[in-house]
């Protein structure tokens, strides 16, 4: 259109320089006469509003033939309401309560390794046997000095039914006994020391100092032991969660190594806000049925940290902004088939998810909004739809 207008003006230019008027602009100029020269502008004036006047007649008849030469095409979708799942993402690592390095109760010589590495055991089964320095044989002994010791209380006891003997004399013997007891149930508990037991089912996962070592306790661990039921992750959350974050919301945990997700729920939320870095603990539970899942395994976290039942959510790039800050978005009204009019609503929005956005009022359910060309509509104005979701 641009194109048609400069040649129209262009020509008129060359057809009002006839006879004197042949004479070129740059002629007249160079003339230095100032008289010819005003005339000469002066008839250039005339000439451009004529051409100017002629334009718009032919921009109106344009537009009479073509009225929508100029209307914005769009697309348009309707609102409604659905369910609103918020989540916060984080990052957390995979430990386990049961993993555990054994090490030994009593000091001596490590004379029997019963297991190897990688080896599966139950709660309870042997694992070594350190050498208990005799107290296996005073264990013997004294537990004949205390049988002895029965058999004198109960002979004393019967005779005290009898009303023969003293009183002190059952009573000794009764004492006695009791002590012998006492002794043989110690010292069976350290004989119970010398053997080291697995404290729960699981796999050794090292076997740490092997048969004939010398060891003591605390300072000479024997085994790790790993069991990979009872997994979980712990994460910092921020401190601005703590109402939104709690026991029983719904995570979404994935493992990019093993190029897996499951679903579960947090397990425990921590009562104490770290003062260093505003946060505090969660932990969540994962299910690891199949073995795949490691201690230190990096994990990423997505808690459900907000529900809206009935949420309208629009997507985040129609959304535009007014000089007062103030969100709005295009509204279709007055529909006739293609066409219809664009009408501004201020928007209020909360959370976002993605490439969408909730929006808490100023909209409804089933209202027609302006999609793909929402940035070139201006409000009032006419609109084409080329196409309705």
């Known amino acids: 259109m641009k194109y ?35 005339k000469k502008k002066a008839e250039l004036d005339a000439t451009r509003q004529e051409i100017s006047a002629q334009l718009k007649q032919l921009e109106t008849k344009i537009k009479e033939l073509d009225p929508q030469e100029k209307v914005p095409l769009i697309t348009t979708f309707k609102t409604s309401e ?13 430990d386990t309560k049961e993993n555990l390095v054994i090490y030994p109760e009593f000091s001596g010589t490590l004379i029997d ?28 002994q004294l537990e004949i000095q205390r049988d002895l010791a029965k058999t004198t209380f109960e002979r004393q006891e019967r005779l005290w039914r009898e009303n023969i003997g003293s009183e002190i004399q059952y009573l000794q013997t009764k004492s006695s006994y009791e002590a012998m007891n006492r002794s043989v149930d110690q010292l069976k508990d350290q004989v119970a020391k010398t053997t080291v037991r697995a404290p729960f089912s699981g796999t050794i996962d090292d076997v740490i100092t092997e048969k004939g070592s010398v060891v ?20 910092d959350v921020p401190e601005r969660f703590i109402t939104s974050v709690t026991k029983g919301k719904e995570v979404i945990v994935n493992f990019p190594v093993l190029n897996k997700e499951v679903k579960t729920k947090v397990r425990q939320a921590g009562n104490f806000i770290n003062p260093a870095n505003r946060t505090f603990k969660v932990e969540v539970g994962v299910d690891n049925n199949d073995g795949s899942i490691k ?29 007062e800050g103030e969100q709005f978005v295009y509204t279709i009204t ?20 993605g ?3 909730e929006v808490t009022s100023g909209l409804k359910s089933d209202i027609e909004i302006v999609d793909e ?10 609109v084409k739809i080329l196409a309705s979701l």
Do not use: W
Request: glycine fraction near 8%; charged fraction near 25%.
């Open 4 to 38: 048609i207008y400069s040649l129209l003006f262009v020509t008129a230019l060359l057809t009002s320089c006839g006879g004197d008027k042949k004479k070129s602009v740059e002629d007249i100029i160079a003339s230095d006469n100032i008289e010819l020269i005003r």
């Open 82 to 94: 659905t369910v609103f799942n918020h989540f916060i993402e984080l990052q957390g690592s995979v």
């Open 113 to 140: 390794v019963y297991v190897k590495e990688g080896q599966d055991v139950t709660k309870g089964q042997l694992l070594a046997k350190i050498d208990d320095g005799g107290l296996s044989q005073q264990l013997a």
């Open 216 to 235: 003591g306790p605390g300072q000479s661990p024997l085994f790790r032991i790993v069991s990979l039921k009872n997994m979980y992750i712990e994460t």
């Open 295 to 323: 201690p230190n395994l990096m994990a990423k976290l997505k808690i459900n940290d907000y529900i809206n039942e009935n949420a309208i959510l629009i997507p985040q790039s129609i959304i535009s902004e007014n000089a």
């Open 334 to 353: 007055e529909k006739s088939g293609e066409l219809a009019v664009a009408k501004r609503e201020i928007i209020k929005t909360g959370r976002t998810q």
């Open 355 to 357: 490439d969408y956005i």
């Open 373 to 382: 060309g929402a940035r070139s509509v201006k409000d009032g104005q006419q």
